[in-house]
């Protein structure tokens, strides 16, 4: 009997035993297969604060100097060039005698010419007077008041010939270009001197489209060059194309003032800043918080640490910043970095 209640109690002891390894390997696995806690990752981003600036048009452009004008003397007529009162690299005064051409053979043809028109004026007045006595007849009179009027004509001709023996200069400036010697023949329209007025300066750039429209007649530009370190001369916009070339591009022209002291000479490589500032108040955000193109712009927008992608529409580009068009208010946050991790509703934390 004695030995029949150790036995119950050695298997109640057993089963006791493996009931409790069960539940002890079952409260093992039911702990391995809990979930793991959900660890939320905050992306770290910069951002910056949507503010509003004074609009800055913000255009450079290159271009190289031309004279304010040039010019050419052209003989007016043929003959030797009995004088050549010019050296290359001469200053000259608008009019002044620059070559002086032979006239011996325009004296002859005004001596003619005066010769004959004194006759028919001599032949006109006596027919006048037989005309009156109706000893001669109208269409007499009238034919010889023709020939006279022709003579006088070609005396008036053979004298301007004689005046245009001597070559002026068609504008004030430096001898550029000597075509011509003493002693030379030139034919009517010959070539003598090219001649630079630098007293001013002007250049001419491209805009584009939306460029030229930035701009206005009589604004004042910057100009600047490297042959003049540190140096900015002043010009203004003096013409605008008002067509667009080939490229849809518009031709401006910016004049600009010369001294003496620092002579800008045709040719010269500058570079012309149309930037200035307006009275228009506008959004503006740094370039780089925009995700896609200017054309397709949009941005990440923080709130409550998450950000939204948002679609936005720019303006111009000023320094680094883009102006908003429509999509932003000012004091919005928008992200300038870390967009590449970035999708909506992705949590962040802001960096400094």
């Known amino acids: 009997?004695?030995?029949?209640?150790?036995?119950?109690?050695?298997?109640?002891?057993?089963?006791?035993?493996?009931a409790f390894k069960l539940a002890a390997n079952k409260r093992k696995l039911n702990e391995k297969n809990k979930p793991a806690p959900v660890t939320v990752v905050r992306i770290p981003v910069k951002v910056a604060t949507v503010e509003?600036?004074?609009?800055e048009i913000n255009i450079l452009k290159t271009g190289?100097?031309?004279?304010f004008k040039e010019a050419k003397a052209l003989a007016m007529t043929?003959?030797?060039?009995?004088?050549?009162k010019f050296e290359l690299g001469d200053k000259v005064k608008q009019g002044q005698v620059l070559a002086v051409t032979d006239t011996r053979l325009?004296?002859?043809?005004?001596?003619?010419a005066e010769t004959n028109a004194a006759k028919l004026r001599s032949d006109l007045q006596v027919y006048t007077e037989l005309l009156?006595?109706?000893?001669a007849t109208q269409e007499k009179v009238n034919e010889i008041r023709q020939n006279?009027?022709?003579?006088?004509?070609?005396v008036q001709q053979a004298r301007k010939n004689i005046s245009d023996a001597a070559i002026l200069a068609p504008t004030g400036g430096i001898i550029a270009a000597k075509k011509v010697e003493q002693g030379m023949f030139v034919n009517a329209g010959t070539e003598i001197a090219s001649i630079v007025n630098l007293s001013r300066a002007k250049v001419q750039v491209n805009l584009t489209e939306a460029e030229v429209y930035k701009v206005k007649e009589g604004q004042q530009v910057k100009i600047t060059t490297d042959v003049y370190p540190g140096k900015t001369f002043t010009g203004s916009i003096s013409f605008i194309s008002p067509q667009a070339d080939e490229t849809h591009n518009y031709m401006v022209e910016i004049l600009i003032g010369n001294e003496e002291q620092t002579l800008l000479r045709s040719g010269t490589f500058v570079y012309v800043d149309f930037t200035r500032k307006t009275e228009q108040q506008v959004l503006v955000i740094p370039r780089e918080a925009l995700t896609e193109s200017v054309k397709d712009a949009s941005v990440y927008i923080l709130q409550d640490s998450i950000v939204r992608q948002r679609n936005i529409k720019t303006g111009a580009d000023m320094n680094g910043m883009?102006?908003?068009?429509?999509?932003?208010?000012?004091?919005?946050?928008v992200v300038t970095s870390g967009q590449i991790n970035l999708k909506d509703s992705s949590a962040v934390s802001v960096s400094k």
């Open 148 to 154: 006279y009027e022709n003579a006088v004509n070609q």
């Open 78 to 84: 043929g003959g030797t060039l009995l004088q050549v």
């Open 52 to 55: 509003e600036k004074l609009l």
């Open 64 to 67: 190289n100097l031309a004279p």
């Open 132 to 135: 009156a006595g109706k000893a």
């Open 1 to 18: 009997m004695k030995t029949r209640y150790i036995t119950i109690t050695v298997v109640i002891a057993i089963v006791a035993l493996i």
């Open 322 to 333: 883009v102006q908003v068009l429509d999509g932003l208010k000012a004091g919005e946050r």
């Open 106 to 112: 325009g004296q002859l043809e005004l001596q003619k």
